[in-house]
């Protein structure tokens, strides 16, 4: 059976590393890679008898990758700080070491927390590729949801992982507004350019496919709430491409003759 290691980037998520890392605690080894924490991310990772790198924060991609290269064995599972297996899964995964992978990378359902209650496994679930030979794969650069590359086939397990990041609706806005500065940055640094009309056109889509498509309307009101966030977050990608051409544009022309001159734009979208 192969030997499986798990890797972690953390910084101060001491209120969920605990089911995370109790979830892998059978595995053969459990690579922490922490940002500097202040909290008791670090005793819990300790307890757990992790191997525990620090390293400033290099971006979400970069970050997962130096984990990664930290990480002993060939097979290799990737999780955030506040995700867990769930006892199914752990009992797939095991199955599968025993008979030997034949894929070069396994996608696993993630079943998310929707604010107050945990999405309804009725719903559509969202594929991530964690589980994966290290030597066929690697993580994307991307500064926000970096994800594992492989060479080769994947495959689909049955069961889900669990994601408790979004604790309320407060939370969810605040890291859809920061992913969508950092995918915006990255856009405008690949000098990709859009039409604003994807400002109207993408968030309706969005909308469409996460609550009727993706069945988020068996979640309840939550559901109907993830999915109206999900339609802003499109919403503000764009928005915020726009606005940046606009300020690159027009500068301090905006206003009237005569008024004080305008502070300068922002270096990057904000």
Same mark, same amino acid.
């Given at each position: 059976m192969p030997?499986?290691?798990?890797f !972690?980037t953390?910084?101060n998520n @001491?209120r969920?590393?605990?089911?995370?890392?109790e979830?892998v605690?059978?595995?053969?080894e459990?690579?922490?890679?922490d940002?500097?924490?202040?909290?008791?991310?670090?005793? !819990?990772?300790a307890?757990y008898?992790c191997? !525990?790198? =620090?390293?400033?924060f290099?971006g979400?991609g970069p970050q997962k990758q130096?984990?990664?290269?930290h990480?002993?064995?060939?097979?290799?599972?990737l999780?955030? @700080?506040?995700?867990?297996?769930s006892p199914?899964?752990?009992?797939?995964i095991?199955r599968?070491l025993?008979?030997?992978?034949?894929a070069?990378?396994?996608?696993i359902?993630r079943?998310e =927390?929707?604010f107050?209650?945990?999405?309804?496994?009725?719903?559509?679930?969202n594929?991530f590729?964690?589980?994966?030979?290290?030597?066929?794969?690697?993580v994307?650069?991307?500064?926000?949801?970096?994800?594992?590359?492989?060479?080769?086939?994947?495959?689909r397990?049955?069961?889900p992982?669990?994601h408790?990041?979004?604790?309320?609706?407060?939370?969810?806005?605040?890291k859809?507004? @920061?992913y969508?500065?950092g995918?915006v !940055?990255?856009?405008?640094?690949?000098?990709k350019?859009?039409?604003?009309?994807?400002m109207v056109?993408?968030p309706?889509l969005?909308?469409?496919?996460s609550?009727?498509?993706k069945r988020s309307?068996?979640?309840?009101?939550?559901?109907?709430m993830n999915?109206?966030s999900m339609?802003?977050?499109a919403?503000?990608?764009?928005?915020k491409?726009?606005?940046?051409?606009q300020?690159?544009?027009?500068?301090?022309t905006?206003?009237?003759?005569g008024?004080?001159?305008?502070p300068?734009?922002?270096?990057?979208?904000?």
């Open positions: 030997a499986l290691s798990v !972690i953390t910084f @001491a969920t590393l605990p089911a995370c890392l979830s605690k059978w595995t053969d459990i690579v922490v890679l940002s500097f924490s202040s909290d008791e991310t670090l005793a !819990i990772a307890r008898n191997r !525990i790198i =620090q390293h400033r290099l979400y130096l984990a990664l290269d990480t002993s064995h060939q097979w290799v599972l999780l955030d @700080a506040d995700e867990a297996l199914a899964l752990q009992t797939e095991r599968l025993e008979t030997s992978p034949t070069s990378g396994y996608e359902p079943q =927390q929707l107050w209650r945990m999405a309804s496994t009725r719903a559509r679930m594929y590729l964690r589980l994966f030979d290290k030597t066929r794969g690697h994307s650069d991307m500064p926000v949801h970096a994800a594992p590359k492989v060479e080769g086939s994947l495959a397990l049955k069961h992982f669990y408790f990041g979004e604790t309320s609706l407060h939370v969810k806005v605040e859809l507004n @920061a969508s500065t995918l !940055i990255d856009k405008l640094r690949r000098g350019r859009v039409s604003p009309w994807m056109v993408y309706p969005v909308f469409v496919r609550y009727l498509f309307w068996m979640n309840g009101w939550a559901g109907l999915s109206v339609s802003f977050y919403f503000m990608k764009y928005a491409l726009y606005e940046h051409a300020f690159a544009r027009h500068g301090d905006l206003m009237p003759p008024a004080p001159a305008m300068p734009p922002p270096s990057s979208p904000s």
